[in-house]
């Protein structure tokens, strides 16, 4: 018997950071993970990944002259499960005070701003990620107290859409999720088998929402 393919997920290729540890975190989930910035491809794919570290400024200048702020949006706005994390999370929103007067996709229309309190920045460590919203599929077989990895110095606004948080000297957000649409904070890739198994659950939603769709 011949194996059924492994579902394609394009990971959005604009040239920054460590994009390759997210295309070998989603392999490992099961997926065929191809790094990329072809329209075609990305809209042959079942899920879609906008995975970054850096600066706001400098990733959102790099999605554009690439034409991948418009793909983003427009597979977005197609249904296509989309799954943003770290700078990919926070380039979902309208801006960020990290770079003024640069807009981002929109997607969740409020701001990213400082982590506030006298807290060391950025957060670089594992942390429980407290969920706010039970049920929800990206944390799918995970305990309660489940562990990631977190570097970051910005966090997103508070709002309906925020399914997770974290302790940082305050509540921040650690995951938000609408309709098609997860983000994370951390960076699952980096946070062993819990991290894996979020990765798995996008995957398998992916492949979920295109059996329904066809």
């Known amino acids: 018997m011949t194996a059924s393919p492994r579902p394609l997920i394009a990971i959005l290729d604009y040239g920054i950071g460590n994009l390759h540890s997210a295309q070998k975190g989603f392999d490992h989930a099961g997926a065929d993970a191809r790094l990329t910035s072809d329209p075609g491809l990305i809209a042959d794919a079942v899920g879609v990944v906008l995975p970054g570290v850096g600066a706001f400024g400098p990733c959102m200048s790099a999605l554009h002259s690439k034409g991948l702020d418009r793909v983003a949006v427009e597979r977005i706005h197609a249904g296509v499960p989309f799954f943003g994390i770290c700078i990919g999370m926070q380039v979902l929103f309208t801006g960020s005070e990290e770079a003024p007067g640069v807009s981002g996709l929109g997607v969740f229309e409020r701001e990213v701003g400082l982590i506030p309190g006298d807290v060391k920045r950025p957060q670089m460590q594992w942390n429980i990620i407290e969920r706010r919203v039970d049920g929800h599929p990206m944390f799918a077989g995970l305990p309660d107290a489940s562990w990631a990895y977190f570097v970051h110095s910005y966090t997103a606004a508070d709002g309906p859409?925020?399914?997770a948080t974290c302790d940082y000297g305050a509540h921040i957000v650690a995951a938000v999720a609408r309709d098609n649409v997860w983000a994370a904070?951390?960076?699952p890739?980096?946070?062993g088998t819990v991290g894996l198994r979020i990765l798995a659950n996008f995957v398998e939603t992916?492949?979920?929402?295109?059996?329904?769709?066809?």
């Open 161 to 163: 859409d925020v399914i």
């Open 185 to 187: 904070q951390f960076h």
């Open 189 to 191: 890739e980096k946070s």
């Open 206 to 214: 992916a492949v979920s929402h295109q059996a329904e769709s066809t």
